[in-house]
Every structure is written in structure tokens, then in C-alpha cells.
């Protein structure tokens, strides 16, 4: 089965340090990977997806992901957080039958 | 606005009720899908059509039903649901065999008293 683990439930940072929100996968063949985020009582919206090329990939407001191979990672950066990043954050992957597999969702909280 | 449009945003309903959730695309996708989100779980795949047709039930309840007329539009119809049902409920958009991802509603809050 392909799919993808958020190792943490929740992640704290102070406004202005960098944030990291950590997605391992496990896919076999090439992986497509996303990331949505879900600010409260809305929808998820769309961040940034790598497909192919490089290895970092710039997304929304301010955000870049780094698909690592060896490590079969796909975690997400942000070099400067803002307290209006506070929100959950899924990682995703679509598998041959195009349906999104989703991780259990990271909360993070940025505090000023 | 992201193009897929869920309404009612919020809707309390008793336990004998009947009420329906709506949900329309204008992104020319040709799937559509159903979420639950509860609180503090993962998301749950409930229905997904492709091309009108239903091609996953994951196991929902029959007190959901679902309703893909066309395919702009998906419906999830509900009757005597319990407490329990209480959650966001998502709707998505795909096109197949495109590897771009879902896009999402805003999601209907729906509490059951």
C-alpha cells in the first residue's frame, strides 16, 4: 500500500524561527507528494506538490518542501514562521488509482 | 474561493431529521468525493465518483446516501443520523489521471442534537 506517516502531532515554534513539519512516505515506484493545510473550520487548501524535477519544491505563502529519496522524505520548511501559519497540516500521496492518501495531520502553533 | 463550493457552511439537525448537503465543482473535474473529518481522527474516505458513477463506499453508514446527478454537482442526503455523525464533512474535485491533486470545499459543519 502506498501512503505517507506525519511523525508528529503537533509542532511549537516562535514566530520569526524556522518551521519544519516532518512526511516520510512509503510508495513504490515514483512518488507523487502533496501538502494541504486546513486553517480552523475551513477546507483543506493546496500548498505544493512535487510530481518530478527538483528536489525542492516552492509552494503558498512562503512554504518549500524537500523530497529527499534516500530518506524517503517529504518534509516541509518554512524559514521564517508567522503566528498566521498556525493551522493542520497534511501530507499526501496518489497512488495509481488517484486517490489521495493523507497522513494523520500535524498541528502546528506558531506563538508571537 | 477555490472553485469547489459546499453549502449549507453549517447545519444542526435532531437525530428524525432529513437534510442533504450540496456540493458543486466549476473546475471541469470529473471526480468527486465525500470526507468526514472528526475531530482528533485522520480523514475518512467516504464516497467517490468517477464519471457519475460510484466507484468506493468505504463502509458509510446507510444513513448517508449518496447523489451524483451530473458531474458538477454531489449530494450527501441524511436521515436519522445519530451524535456520533457530528463532523466536518469535505467535499473534493479531481480529473483523473491528472496528477494534480484534489481541491477542496470549505466544508459543511454539521452537528447532530
Known amino acids: 500500500a502506498q501512503s505517507v506517516a506525519q511523525p508528529e502531532d503537533q509542532v511549537n515554534v516562535a514566530e520569526g524561527n524556522p518551521l519544519t513539519v516532518k512526511c516520510t512516505y512509503s510508495?513504490?515506484?515514483?512518488?507523487?507528494l502533496f501538502w494541504y493545510v486546513q486553517y480552523p473550520n475551513r477546507g483543506l487548501q493546496f500548498l505544493l506538490k512535487?510530481?518530478?524535477?527538483?528536489?525542492l519544491v516552492k509552494g503558498s505563502y512562503g512554504f518549500e518542501a524537500e523530497f529527499n529519496k534516500s530518506q524517503t522524505s517529504f518534509h516541509l520548511k518554512k524559514p521564517s514562521a508567522l503566528v498566521s501559519d498556525s493551522a493542520l497540516y497534511f501530507c499526501?500521496?496518489?497512488?495509481?488509482?488517484?486517490?489521495?492518501?493523507f497522513g494523520a495531520g500535524t498541528t502546528v502553533t506558531v506563538r508571537a | 474561493e477555490t472553485g469547489v463550493t459546499q453549502t449549507p457552511r453549517h447545519l444542526v439537525m435532531g437525530m428524525t431529521n432529513k437534510k442533504s448537503l450540496k456540493c458543486e465543482q466549476h473546475?471541469?473535474?470529473?471526480?468527486m468525493y465525500w470526507y468526514k473529518q472528526s475531530a482528533k481522527k485522520p480523514l475518512e474516505l467516504m464516497f467517490v465518483?468517477?464519471?457519475?458513477?460510484?466507484?468506493e463506499n468505504n463502509s458509510v453508514p446507510s444513513r448517508f446516501s449518496p447523489e451524483c446527478p451530473n458531474s458538477s454537482h454531489l449530494f450527501l442526503h441524511l436521515h436519522t443520523l445519530q451524535p456520533e455523525d457530528s463532523a466536518l464533512y469535505l467535499c473534493?474535485?479531481?480529473?483523473?489521471?491528472?496528477?494534480?491533486?484534489?481541491?477542496f470545499g470549505s466544508g459543511t459543519r454539521l452537528t447532530v442534537v
Open positions: 473534493a474535485s479531481s480529473q483523473e489521471s491528472q496528477n494534480y491533486g484534489y481541491t
Open positions: 510508495v513504490s515506484g515514483n512518488p507523487y
Open positions: 465518483y468517477s464519471l457519475e458513477e460510484r466507484v
Open positions: 499526501a500521496t496518489l497512488p495509481n488509482d488517484y486517490k489521495l492518501s
Open positions: 512535487y510530481i518530478t524535477g527538483d528536489n
Open positions: 473546475l471541469g473535474h470529473n471526480a
